[in-house]
T-cell receptor, first 116, second 113 residues
């Protein structure tokens, strides 16, 4: 069985603070994909990053960075110098590698509020 | 604006009504998905179409009937729904290779009276 745990239900910080969203996953597969999605109040899920299980390199994209550690089954997401526009629900998700489509398993999500 | 378009944005229907949700994408994606999302919960996968064929049905009740008329369109036909079916219904699409991210629409917010 596959499972994604986002232990932080809600986080509230003041603008310009750094914030880290935790994600821990469970899978018996040796190959898989991990994702982070952002869901603003408008409802759509916005893709942020995909990482496959072969690639443990950390990634930075502007103010966003991701730390993938296979040894601890974690895929954490850090926002540096947070802004009010970062307020949203963030989902971590896991998918096995299957042909033709994905079967995403989402964590419960972390509601992030950035206060001015 | 998202590249996956869902209509209608909002739908209120009675338990005896029949209605359909529509999803359209023009990115050439060959996999399309329906998700159900209750308030303060993550999306739950309902159906997956791969190359216009139903490849995954997550034991969804038969009152939900998906249809994929062509590679750009995905419908979800609704009949005799229950109040607990009230939710945000999200459509997504991805390239048919299995390793590309899904692109989501804004969703249809469905209320069952």
């Amino acid at each position: 069985a596959q499972k994604v745990t986002q232990a932080q239900t809600e986080i509230s910080v003041v603008e310009k603070e750094d914030v880290t969203l935790d994600c821990v996953y469970e899978t018996r597969d040796t190959t898989y994909y991990l994702f982070w999605y952002k869901q603003p109040p408008s409802g759509e899920l916005v893709f942020l990053i995909r990482r496959n299980s072969f690639d443990e390199q950390n990634e930075i994209s502007g103010r966003y960075s991701w730390n993938f550690q296979k040894s601890t089954s974690s895929f954490n997401f850090t926002i540096t110098a947070s802004q009010v526009v970062d307020s949203a629900v963030y989902f971590c998700a896991l998918s096995p590698i299957i042909q033709g489509a994905q079967k995403l398993v989402f964590g419960q999500g972390t509601r992030l509020t950035i206060n001015p | 604006d998202t590249e996956v378009t869902q209509t209608p944005k909002h739908l209120v229907m009675g338990m005896t009504n029949k209605k359909s949700l529509k999803c359209e994408q023009h990115m050439g994606h060959r996999a399309m998905y329906w998700y159900k999302q209750k308030a303060k919960k993550p999306p739950e996968l309902m159906f997956v179409y791969s190359y216009e064929k139903l490849s995954i049905n997550e034991s969804v009740p038969s009152r939900f009937s998906p249809e994929c008329p062509n590679s750009s369109l995905l419908n979800l036909h609704l009949h005799a729904l229950q109040p607990e079916d009230s939710a945000l219904y999200l459509c997504a699409s991805s390239q048919g290779t299995g390793n590309q991210p899904q692109h989501f629409g804004d969703g249809t917010r469905l209320s069952i009276l």
